[in-house]
């Protein structure tokens, strides 16, 4: 796309930001690639082409083999704990910030929307901030978790149990209290603005047929194909930054 069709179907998703009484973004992977996190899917590059899943993030992959698990997400955590949020997860904020986005709802767990400034958050996929044990229910923040390794395991300094990071596995359930709020948010929103994510990974992805079928719409920032493209007032498919670069731009 072009700077001019971008500019112009930016200026497009600026209105229907304007006209919306409640604008609910939800975000994947795509908005923090721009911040150095690799997503997860796409070929060649996804975290997932190097690693099977199954074998490091399921639950039961924790607890068959927890210092497995953690040679895999120890050096993550480490890296993502380093990272800073980018143009698109402040303009998220911003747009909240100006009354003009009632919630982002994420996938993530990376943090970068809390540090970019957004308030209220809701993270589907729990979040790296904080790890609990699996016994005691212990909690330790993320720069306090390192201390808590034994030959490759994070066990609790109290009680020696299992340490494990709040973030959603395979094989768990999504928090019951975030997805109720999602779905609620969905119902009401009069648009739901979708920013770097495949819409392909459930139950989040069917937020916005939630969204639809209340009567709301969809606005898509995000490169490759997804499911809602064809359903979507208008998508945008470039740089994430440079197209929520553009959409606060046309609000200006």
Known sequence: MGIAA??????????LIRESRCTVALTGAGISVPSGIPDFRTPGEGVWEKVDPMEVAHIDAFHRDPERFWSFYRPRF????????????????QLEAEGLLDAVVTQNVDCLHRKAGTERLIE??????????????????????DALFT?????????????KPDVVLFGELLPEQAMN???????RCDLMLCVGSSLEVYPVA????IARASGGRLGIVTQGPTPFDSEAEVKLDGDVVDDMTAVLAALA
């Not at 993502?80 to 402040?90: S, T, Y």
């Not at 709020?181 to 119902?187: D, G, P, S």
């Open 206 to 209: 069917g937020l916005p047929s």
């Open 124 to 145: 589907v996929h729990g979040s790296i901030d904080t790890s609990s044990c699996t016994e005691c229910h212990a909690s330790y923040r993320l720069e306090n978790v």
């Open 78 to 93: 480490a890296m993502l704990g380093d990272k800073q949020p980018n143009a698109a997860h402040l303009a998220l904020a």
């Open 181 to 187: 709020q999602a779905q609620e948010l969905a119902e």
């Open 6 to 15: 971008r500019d112009g179907t930016a200026a497009r998703l600026a209105e």
């Open 151 to 163: 030959n490759g395991v994070a066990h609790c300094s109290g009680c020696s149990g299992l340490v």
